[in-house]
């Protein structure tokens, strides 16, 4: 019984991790198509944001109040995130909207150089990261432990997704996004700055991947390469979930997150990853365009 | 204009044909330069060593103190006068986490620098990249980590641990302190699935039991699974042979799902100080690892290189044992240098056997038969502070036994 | 006519003469760039005349060049089992190891088995319609698995380590200097003929029908054609040519592991030709000799930070250069020559954008 209740639980934290990484990349890649290769290092980024707050925190705030960095590492990589995509979108990726495949070269290049830098600053060996005490331990159910890192983890996705559906849904500025997605020269000749919603889009998203660099602090390595472990799973599961559809990707995310650890348990991590791989090739045969999408009659 | 047109413009070939005539003749020049730098080298006082790691990738994260290491070592050679009278030269060169361009970089080590000796290397993978290519150049390669063993190149030597002198003692120590049921995990590669299989039939010899054993793709950070796992089948023992990342995710996981080092023993073999500070010194207290150096080891050889490794890189690197074998790498080789009265290949490798050095991990012999090194075996516990704690040690250099061919049990696996 | 015929002469001359001005080390490295060239020609193929980008070649490359590894590694055995078989505690030759000992069956080999998983896996997801981002993010996924397998199967592949240490090919040391030359000239062969098949192939209508696929797949649709087996037909034979790109590249190199089939090769491959000009079949192979040089003299120039150089060489040729080297040669002998006729400035309009 905890077995089960164990491994349900570690499918939907394996999830919930995969959606954090993913949910930028559904902004933009999903919504604007641009492939960003340097989207793993904005989570990168945000890792190491995580790791300068906690030395700050250690060196210059008494030691009481350590435990409370991580609530300033959250918004602060997602800042620092948001600037990196910011700042991309400005100088490169606004000249590429016509090119998504050149995105993804200039932007492998990016990745690259980040990548160079994170190590020239932080030296190449990796960083250590404390996890607030408040995380520790776990919730004991039926004898099987949930892992308060693990649940904090659900918790901060879930707010991440309602607070993205408010935004896209509920304000000005977000339905302006969404507008400009679904048909660009028809929002810019009613009147909306597509060059600014862009801007804000890419820079939202990327902000998304910092949090989410923050977050995989608390389970995972810190290190300049840590990006290269996500970014391709990432990318899957935008697709498998449906270009442009945010729930088609919690979707995504949670199957492959589901079958990845099922599979994990019954053979081994190696074949699971295969597994996961061919049923995902596989099923894009059959649905090409994903889980969900938006239904169109058009052709191209 | 189609792009057929284009393609066939008469301008296209000429750019086409002067960009290549560049690109060869840069080429040819910079090959010119080099070679004048080579003959210019060799008159000088100076002999070129080449050092050979991973200083951009995944390996970085390791490699990068090894050549700091080497790099130590050479200066401290040159300050005492050099060998030989002559001043070591390092050349460094980034294999860059990628196989071939270790293949690649040694071969422009060997023929463009003429180098006399090279040190270098991590991973078995970038070992057996670089092997055909000193055997069939006649190179000297010293490489510093500790590996799977089953390999005896007469071009390279070995200042890292075979098995004999990290797992297998690390095991009997296990079976004698800590209990009978082992659980293995490992990366998915060529170490770990070896060590793994001398492990078990090691097992079955001196009568312990296995009761699981999983691999995880390098770069894996996931470990609910493979964790929940390990409760299911509650080991006494987890013998670890993660690499790298991997490991900073098992452990931060193994701790949150309430497995402390009370519970069950974990031994690692590819933890040294520096991946300590990588994975949290809260996470990992209470927890084993076996080397032949620590930096806690108490020698007076081991007090200056510490004092010089800091003032050298900085208060805030520490040490550990690959990086000790490096640096004695360096050593190593000057004194078979000074002992065979030449930089020669051959020479180097005939006057090397039987040398003795006091490492900074206690006395070390080069085996003159596998080309190994005889090392002293440590179990350490992790400290709160970052260091060991040695709990046992082999007392005396082991003898380098690459193949087991000493261990009855391990018959059969090679 | 002529002209280009006798520029396209000399250049292969010159790099068949490589022996006689390049010492051995930069041979050895020019004879591996030229490989690699074999491949930038593929991708050309399909994304620069067809529109595919694939981020897979990675895979067929390292297809091809294990088909050819195996072979070695029996002939370096001697009639014993490979060396990491024996440590992986197998006790017999798997039965798929065995019809490689031929040289034959395995150098056609690496040239058939990535036509071949090539052509099954193109005719499901372009008879899909799967095309763009989607399929280059889907060949990424192929990548993913076939390193991971062929990373687990360690008793079968040799793991990490891949296959090395090889000693003859059809008898001859492979450490010896004159068979490194021969090697390096049989490259050099291969690679013209590649080259001119490819240039005959984009010449010929179904170069065209090719190129037409790329501009608008579904008006060439409508026209009665069936796209799907032109880009079967092309992404097969770009598989194909990658695979005999492994095959010369472990002979030279004489190593292939699972690394270099990995996402990072894979991407890489694409880089070559959008450095050199992905609507160039001779800016292919100028890209791939020109980025792997650049790569080899920044690391060896500045061993600590030389991926930024390689990183800000991608942005600048992305940005700035977007049909690559050859693209600019193009543009500005355009420029300068209609500047000459009509005395005034030339516009960029007609320059291609895929």
New interface residues.
Partial sequence: M??VI??L??GI??GS?LLLIALGLAITFGLM?V?N?AHGEFIMAGAYTTYVVQQAFSHYVPAALFNYYYIVAIPLSFLIGALLGFVLEKT?IR??Y?????????T??????L???A??IF?????????PAWL???L?IAGA?L????LFIIALVTICMVTLYLYLDKTAAGRKMRAVTMNRSMASSLGVSTKKVDATAFAIGSGLAGIAGCA?T?????????G???I?DA??IV?LGGIGSLIGTVFGALSVGML??VA??WS????A??IV??A??AF???K?AGLLSARTRS?? | MTVLGKFWSKQTIIAAISAATLALSGCAASNALNEEDGAAADSSDTVKVGVLHSLSGTMAISEVSLRDAELMAIEEINEAGGVLGKQIEPIVEDGASDWPTFAEKAKKLLQKDEVAAVFGGWTSASRKAMLPVFEQNNGLLWYPVQYEGMESSPNIFYTGATTNQQIVPSVTWLLENKGKSFFLIGSDYVFPRTANKEIKAQLEAEGGTLVGEEYTPLGHTDYGTLISKIKAEKPEVIYNTLNGDSNVAFFKQLKDAGITADDVTVLSVSIAEEEIRGIGTDILTGHYAAWNYFQTTDTPENEKFVAAYKEAYGDDRVTGDSIEAAYMAVYLWAAAAEKAGSFDVDAVKEAAGGIEFNAPGGKVTIDGDNQHTYKTVRVGEIQADGQFKEVWNSGEPVKPDPYLETYPWAEGLN | MDKKKLGYWLFFIALFLGPLYLTEFRLALMGKFLCFAIVALGICLIWGYTGILSLGHGVYFGLGAYCTAMYLKLEAANGQLPDFMEWSGVSALPAFWVPFSNPIFAIGASLLIPALIAAILGFLTFKNRIKGVYFSLISQAVVVVFVTLFVAKQDWTGGTNGLTNFTTFLGFSLASPLVQIALYMMTVIILGASFALAAALTNSRVGRVLSAVRDGENRVRFLGFNPTSYKVFVYSLSAALAGLAGTLFVLQVGLISPAMMGIIPSIEMVLWAAVGGRHSLIGAILGAVIVNSAKSFFSEAYPDIWSIFLGLLFIIVVMFLPNGIVGAFESWNEKREKAKRKGGTADAADSVVS
Wanted: aromatic letters at 12%.
């Fill in positions: 905890a077995v164990t491994q639980f570690n934290s394996l991790i198509n492939i290769m490169l000249f590429l016509h090119r998504p495949l050149d995105s993804l070269l200039a492998w290049g990016v990745s690259l150089i990548q160079q830098v190590r020239s030296g190449a060996p990796n960083v250590a990261v404390t996890a520790d331990s776990g004991t432990v892992p308060y890192k693990r995989l608390v389970l995972g390595p810190i290190g300049s390469t840590i290269t472990y996500y391709v990318f899957m697709i990845g650890t994990e348990f081994g991590a190696s074949m990853k295969v791989f061919v995902i090739i894009l045969q059959f090409p052709l191209e």
